[in-house]
């Protein structure tokens, strides 16, 4: 069970917009920064956004994040069939002393 | 381009030990925090530990799941970086992907990943 929370999964239509949240506490999300990862089924996960909302070079501004508080929100607008991957939220725990993950939210571009 | 390739997976039985490899290229390896993350099949990321630079003392930090059991090392002559696990359990079983660390924070450079099966 993953210290940062997101749901399963969500899916929405191409050309739509879809927000993806990781819900964490005062002692992750809620004074760290929080990064984004993409993973394509057979292939190593890729950085999508650090520091909340920073894209690295070649990450198209389709994608963003926030945070409020202990929660974290990826967004995703415009969605094509290609965006069909697995999200995944992370932060450093300041009290464990660690660096979490959530348990993933499988995006279906229907 | 950033490049991490990693060697070393196989079959070991549980209470074996195994030592992962990475070797890195394409960027000043020596300046960068260096680390491993696991994903069991079907299952999410799990960070194993990392390793900090020559300039913040090497220290090393570990998920409490493998601490005691695995040592994180690296050699900046050679842009490398190594995993040494003991006592390895079942539950070990996982793809190990190296990855560039920044400060702690995230993780920017992933490799392929190396599977690490343990069963009997």
């Known amino acids: 069970q993953s210290v940062l929370t997101q749901p399963p999964s969500v899916s929405t239509a191409p050309g739509q917009k879809v927000t993806i949240s990781c819900s964490g506490s005062?002692?992750?999300?809620?004074?760290?920064?929080v990064s984004w990862y993409q993973q394509f089924p057979g292939t190593a996960p890729k950085l999508l956004l650090y520091n909340i909302n920073q894209r690295p070079s070649g990450i198209p501004d389709r994608f963003s994040g926030s945070k409020s508080g202990t929660s974290a929100t990826l967004d995703i607008t415009g969605l094509q069939p290609g965006d069909e991957a697995i999200y995944y939220c992370g932060a450093w725990d300041s009290s464990l002393s660690a660096i979490l993950f959530g348990g993933g939210t499988k995006l279906t571009v229907l | 381009e950033v490049r991490l390739v990693e060697s070393g997976g196989v079959l070991v039985q549980p209470g074996g030990s195994l030592r992962l490899s990475c070797a890195a290229s394409?960027?000043?390896?020596?300046?960068?925090?260096m680390g491993w993350v696991r994903q069991a099949p079907g299952q999410g990321l799990e960070w194993v530990g990392h390793?900090?630079?020559?300039?913040?003392?090497?220290?090393?930090q570990y998920a409490a799941s493998v601490r005691d059991r695995f040592t994180i090392s690296r050699d900046d002559s050679t842009n490398s970086l190594s995993l040494q696990m003991h006592s390895l359990k079942t539950e070990d079983t996982a793809v190990y992907f190296c990855?560039?660390?920044?400060?702690?924070?995230?993780?920017?450079?992933w490799g392929q990943g190396t599977l690490v099966t343990v069963s009997s």
């Open positions: 394409g960027f000043v390896f020596s300046d960068h925090y």
């Open positions: 390793i900090r630079d020559r300039a913040n003392g090497y220290i090393t």
């Open positions: 005062t002692s992750n999300i809620g004074k760290n920064f």
């Open positions: 990855v560039r660390v920044f400060r702690s924070q995230y993780f920017d450079s």
